[in-house]
């Protein structure tokens, strides 16, 4: 039997923007999806999904499962009409919209699959194989939800547009800060939310353009007061990030109220994360105590909530 992970992350800044080639800021979470794999004799690809999730998710991503798995096995060479798996998922990361529950499945599908079939596959093309696998979910992915899967820790990403490699710098905070991410509970369709963003920009650019350009201004900035740890300032910047995601209409009524909910108890930021229209909100408290407040608040009011952290070194 094979066996592998993949980290769950959370991007801190510029979800959609960076599908056009604006940097963005992405950090890897300390819950996997665990995944293993194992040959059988007959019965076809069997998956066997055991995630703790939203409800409605699994039937709702059921076909781009299917699909993403037929990618995975394409790229890696392995013929799925010859061949039965068992495949089974779990791990302490939901399954959530908006928290790469779907590329850290699909690493840790790529690398069980490695391990099973005899691979010794690189990061690096573990990488490319759940990036494939990510275009069953998010039509024309950036690439940044399977990069901060693979590899974890803080990630500045971009998007080579040429098709060429695409810029993945590490970067390093002074210690992990506490973050909540809470689930709106609506089960959203991250690739319709990217076409959306595509054609309205298309349509639309003298309304669009410039948020991309703030969206490229701030994320720079973000990186700044990330890497001087001035809290403050990244919650503030978050906050700014929610605005321009508001801008070119990927938010929602739920998010915006999530995000209002964690503001008023005092988080130092929040917005809306990954691919909108439903999903998670990401909110910065740091210190344990912020956390607790910020979070028990939203689950009194019927939400789930995740505590975690960002900027946890890779082990
Ligand atoms: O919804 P998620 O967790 O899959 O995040 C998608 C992030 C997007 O920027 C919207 C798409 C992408 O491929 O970068």
Redesign the pocket.
């Known amino acids: 039997m094979g066996r592998g992970s993949g980290f769950g992350k959370v991007?801190l800044f510029n979800?959609?923007f960076?599908?056009h080639g604006i940097p963005g800021i992405v950090s890897a979470m300390d819950s996997a999806a665990d995944a293993k794999v194992k040959k059988l004799d007959k019965g076809g690809i069997i998956v066997r999904d055991e995630r703790k999730r939203a409800k409605g998710y699994a039937e709702k991503k059921k076909i781009q499962q299917k699909e993403s798995i037929n990618r995975m096995l394409q790229v890696m060479e392995i013929d799925p009409k010859q061949i039965s798996l068992d495949i089974w998922l779990g791990g302490n990361l939901p399954g959530f919209?908006?928290?790469?529950a779907?590329?850290a499945s699909s690493v840790a599908i790529a690398r069980a699959m490695a391990e099973e079939f005899g691979m010794n596959l690189s990061d690096e093309r573990i990488n490319e194989i759940a990036y494939e696998a990510e275009k069953a979910?998010?039509g024309t992915?950036?690439g940044?939800?399977n990069t901060a899967a693979t590899f974890g820790g803080l990630i500045w990403f971009k998007k080579n547009l040429e098709g060429g490699p695409n810029t993945i710098e590490r970067l390093s905070i002074d210690k992990p800060v506490e973050i909540i991410l809470a689930n709106t509970g609506v089960v959203a369709d991250?690739k319709q939310?990217?076409l959306g963003v595509a054609e309205r920009k298309k349509k639309y650019p003298e309304k669009y353009n410039p948020f991309f350009k703030q969206a490229e201004e701030l994320v720079f900035e973000a990186r700044k007061v990330l890497e001087d740890f001035d809290l403050k300032k990244v919650g503030e910047l978050m906050n700014e990030s929610h605005s321009l995601l508001q801008g070119i209409e990927v938010s929602c009524k739920e998010l915006d109220y999530l995000v209002k909910l964690a503001r008023d108890q005092g988080a130092f930021g929040a917005k809306m994360t990954?691919?909108g229209g439903g999903?998670c909100i990401v909110a910065l408290t740091p210190g344990k105590e912020l956390q607790e407040t910020v979070a028990s608040t939203i689950e009194k009011e019927g939400f789930k909530v995740l505590r975690t952290k960002v900027g946890i070194k890779k082990s």
């Not at 919209?97 to 790469?100: C, L, N, R, T, V």
């Open positions: 991007i979800e959609h960076v599908v919209s908006g928290i790469g779907s590329a979910y998010a992915p950036s940044i939800d991250t939310m990217v990954g691919g999903g």
